[in-house]
């Protein structure tokens, strides 16, 4: 292969790279949105590549990656669909009621349906459907909800490493590699299902003296009907249908975002009084909006060849020693995404491996280790997951509305209770990836 030369075009769009990724990082300090440095380094990268001749607008569309555009879209208009209609409500509630005072069976049951639903719908949405209902009932059982909601982050998480859709990096991953659901699932669900455990079991150690507090028990029967029943059953009839498309897509030759599109047509049918209008108004827009101008951003990059420049100082130690540069990619993921966000560095990372691959090497197990790191790191800290940002928000809320400030989630607090949850999922995870290296070094995935 031809020695890349360091040049013009990628000084530029490095440079923009770095400022925007910056900009994005230090949201907290500057008080900036992050999509809003996204849109700017998208614009900037597209006007410069077309002043240098490296990229142009027809490319920049080229480069956003509908798949996972269409998918997040749609899921979040299914779960639009489905909230107003008290089904996630009622179910909270009756795991609040059968846990009859128990905290760790509260937890651990409010955090296995969080991490199911997690397999399915990003971590994202599950703990934005369930968080504010945690509190609701940690208030009503008068005890803190600090532990159940940390739980609820850290599970899902954890959890959503295991699917195809579980994740906003997964999708990422899956669609820039070929992976398909089952390969996937396949892959990931046994690493995850035994690093998911290891977790739900330190939980208890970590919150010992919290989950030892005899709460008040009130009766929840009276807060367990349904609003929506027509609409909620349906929309459980047509998950149910969507995970054996999610399944078979491949089979299909359907991509992802088709599966999740014909379920939500279906859902607009069967549910009743459906209003597209006012569902549709719930759309993360602001989220899809950062992944596509993340998606111009690198392609941009991309196309100036500073990755392609970066990649061939990393493949002599990809070829010399594929298992030490997939553990070292695993933690050095980890703890990136554990001090930024887990999806930036996803988006810069694919089209480096993408270029190892179209050189013949084995990237089959970087992948995984893609994954893996950027699904636990995000455990490490409040930053290192969108889903922890929501959770410390309404913690922070909670707070506020009470005039207590030792409700809120601190930094600090999520760093003590979080970091050693990433350290044990990854030494998991690190353990098992060592020992069944050539299963995940499979080629061909």
């Known amino acids: ?226 609003k929506d029943p027509r609409t909620w059953n349906a929309s459980l009839v047509i998950l149910g249908v969507m995970v054996v498309g999610f399944i078979m897509h491949n089979a299909l030759h359907w991509e992802p975002w088709f599966v999740a599109g014909i379920g939500l047509t279906l859902l607009v049918f069967a549910g009743k009084d459906v209003d597209m209008d006012d569902h549709f108004a719930e759309i993360e827009l602001t989220l899809l909006m950062f992944f596509m101008s993340l998606f111009i951003l690198v392609g941009g990059v991309e196309h100036s060849h500073f990755l392609a420049y970066l990649g061939q100082f990393i493949v002599p130690y990809v070829q010399s020693d594929l298992l030490f540069a997939t553990i070292m990619l695993m933690w050095m993921a980890a703890f990136l995404s554990a001090a930024i966000d887990n999806i930036p560095f996803t988006a810069a990372m694919i089209p480096i491996i993408l270029g190892m691959d179209a050189q013949g090497i084995n990237v089959s197990p970087l992948w995984w280790a893609l994954a893996a790191g950027v699904g636990m790191g995000g455990n490490g800290t409040h930053l290192g997951s969108t889903a922890n940002v929501f959770i410390v928000t309404i913690s922070e809320k909670m707070a506020k509305d009470a005039g207590d400030p030792s409700l809120a989630i601190t930094p600090g607090l999520w760093f003590k209770k979080g970091l050693p949850v990433m350290l044990l999922t990854l030494t998991i995870c690190t353990i098992i990836m060592v020992a069944f290296f050539p299963f995940f070094a499979e080629s061909g995935v």
């Open 1 to 226: 292969m031809e020695t890349l030369v360091w040049n013009t075009e990628m000084m530029v769009s490095g440079l923009i790279l770095a400022v925007t990724f910056i900009g994005i990082f230090t949201e907290g300090v500057h008080g900036f949105h992050r999509g809003k440095f996204a849109l700017a380094g998208a614009g900037l990268m597209v006007l410069a590549g077309q002043y240098y001749g490296f990229y142009n607008p027809e490319l920049a569309i080229e480069a956003i990656d509908w798949n996972v555009v269409f998918l997040l879209g749609a899921m979040m208009s299914i779960v639009a669909i489905m909230i107003p209609t008290g089904g996630f409500q009622a179910l909270a509630y009756r795991i609040a009621d059968f846990s009859k005072g128990r905290l760790f069976l509260l937890m651990a049951l409010m955090g296995t349906l969080v991490t199911v639903l997690s397999l399915l719908l990003d971590n994202v949405t599950t703990v934005i459907i369930f968080g504010p209902l945690i509190i609701l009932i940690c208030q009503s059982l008068k005890v803190s909800a600090i532990p159940f909601l940390l739980a609820t982050a850290l599970l899902s998480d954890t959890g959503g490493v295991a699917t195809l859709v579980g994740d906003p990096p997964n999708l990422m991953i899956g669609s820039a590699a070929g992976i398909d659901f089952n390969t996937f699932f396949y892959h990931m669900g046994g690493i995850v299902f035994v690093a998911w455990i290891a977790t739900l079991f330190f939980l208890k150690i970590l919150f010992k003296k919290e989950l030892a507090v005899t709460p008040v028990i009130p009766d929840f029967s009276d807060r367990e009907d349904i």
